[in-house]
């Protein structure tokens, strides 16, 4: 595949989402029916999705067990272009949907043959039915004139001012990318951002910039129902905390990160990208949980919800300190496993059955009595035992109890928090 096949592929899908959008006025059509891939369509439906301008490999791993997949902007500066196979784990196992930033010329070609195959979001289909949404539904936008006029007289300061200040260009170029299409309300910003060219005033571009993107990621939130993972500190910059930051906070990246440092169940480099995934992927449903009782109890409508937090996340830690050390934890533990590894073995159920049993718990028929011969016999001599049949079925019956149920059985027998359990058995998870 080279440049020519993605630049035939480009005018194609420009030319399917016009016809597309011009059809659109004859009927009220869902957004997510101008997207090419099935597999992007059934995503945005479910709605809340994270969303983070960006590859960063230290907070990607943070966020996966926030949502069925993560949307991420990848500009042609990402490592992941220049390095796909940082991409791939996630690709592989349907955690992330990559969103052009730009046209397909500006990416190198391995980084767009690594692509294909895999759902993804082309430039022409974000920032197209992106505009298209917002024009649909609001009728408040800025005169093209007024926008042209004031971006001519950007150009021309930026140019007297590139060779003292480097990098200036991108900084205003990205401003009026990220507003497109400019509504009404867009005005005042840019008349500062202009203001700040004359005046040279470099922290004004800045503040201006860093705007442009809290809007256009709270802008795609809105079009497409994500959730944009937006940085408490760079709410700064509005020099305001919004009245909805209570629930705000469940979804910005400081919180979420700090959670699952707090929780030591972020990724620790020390162990395989893509043994974590496989880990936290199948207990994404736990995490939540988890997340959701801590922030709760944190009461988030409160001004000292972040330090709540950090007391939320100490009491979880210390519960499950206590579950580790418990000696009834550790026979538990030790039983349940080796039913597990054993499960074609009656005598590994019949050992798990009365050790459970001493505990009260009772689900199956099984007494003490019953195993402590054989028992004896099995740990002590290894002897091999003839097992019937019908008792290796007893046994399989027995593990297929005892997997789904574990935490819940756990969490009865020591009278402790399940979410405690969980968090207690993913750190195990992650540490072997």
């Not at 974590?276 to 988890?290: F, M, T, V």
């Not at 003839?386 to 819940?408: D, F, M």
Request: charged share 25%.
């Amino acid at each position: 595949m080279d440049k020519v096949f993605f630049t035939k592929l480009e005018t194609s899908e420009r030319a399917r989402l016009k016809k597309a959008f011009r059809d659109a006025s004859k009927e009220d059509l869902h957004i997510t029916t101008f997207f090419k891939s099935d597999d992007v369509r059934k995503t945005l439906e479910k709605g809340s999705q994270p969303f983070i301008v960006g590859f960063n490999e230290d907070i990607l791993p943070n966020i996966i067990p926030f949502g069925d997949r993560v949307l991420i902007e990848v500009c042609p500066k990402c490592r992941c272009v220049k390095h796909p196979n940082l991409l791939k784990p996630y690709l592989e196992r349907q955690l992330v949907i990559p969103v052009f930033a730009c046209s397909y010329t500006f990416y190198p070609s391995e980084f767009l043959e690594s692509i294909q195959g895999y759902p993804y979001i082309s430039y022409p289909e974000f920032c197209g039915i992106r505009n298209f949404a917002i024009r649909r539904s609001i009728t408040q936008l800025l005169s093209i004139t007024k926008v042209d006029a004031i971006k001519k007289r950007c150009q021309k300061l930026v140019k007297r001012l590139s060779q003292t200040y480097k990098g200036i260009f991108d900084r205003v170029d990205t401003v009026f990318y990220n507003l497109e299409p400019f509504l009404s309300s867009d005005l005042q910003v840019l008349l500062d951002l202009m203001t700040s060219l004359e005046k040279k005033n470099i922290k004004g571009i800045d503040r201006i910039f860093h705007i442009s993107h809290i809007v256009s990621a709270f802008r795609n939130g809105q079009v497409f129902s994500l959730i944009p993972q937006i940085e408490i500190t760079q709410l700064d910059c509005l020099d305001l905390i919004p009245p909805e930051f209570g629930e705000l906070a469940f979804n910005v990246l400081d919180v979420k990160d700090s959670i699952m440092k707090g929780l030591k169940i972020s990724y620790d480099a020390s162990i395989p990208l893509e043994t974590y995934l496989d880990i936290i992927s199948e207990r994404k449903s736990a995490i939540r949980e988890i997340v959701k009782k801590i922030i709760t109890e944190a009461k988030p409508e409160k001004e000292t919800f972040l330090s709540n937090l950090r007391t939320e996340i100490e009491r979880i830690n210390q519960e499950v300190e206590s579950i580790k050390s418990s000696k009834k934890r550790i026979i538990f533990d030790f039983s349940t496993n080796f039913a597990l590894q054993n499960k074609g073995s009656i005598v590994a159920g019949l050992i798990t059955a009365a050790s459970l049993g001493t505990m009260g718990l009772g689900f199956i028929g099984c007494g003490a009595g019953l195993v402590s011969g054989i028992a004896t016999k099995v740990l002590s001599k290894k002897a091999d035992i003839s097992i019937p049949e019908e008792a290796k079925t007893i046994g399989k019956q027995l593990s297929t109890y005892i997997k789904p149920n574990y935490e819940k059985l756990m969490a009865k027998a020591l009278s402790s928090n399940i979410q405690a359990i969980q968090l207690w058995h993913i750190r195990k998870r992650l540490t072997r």
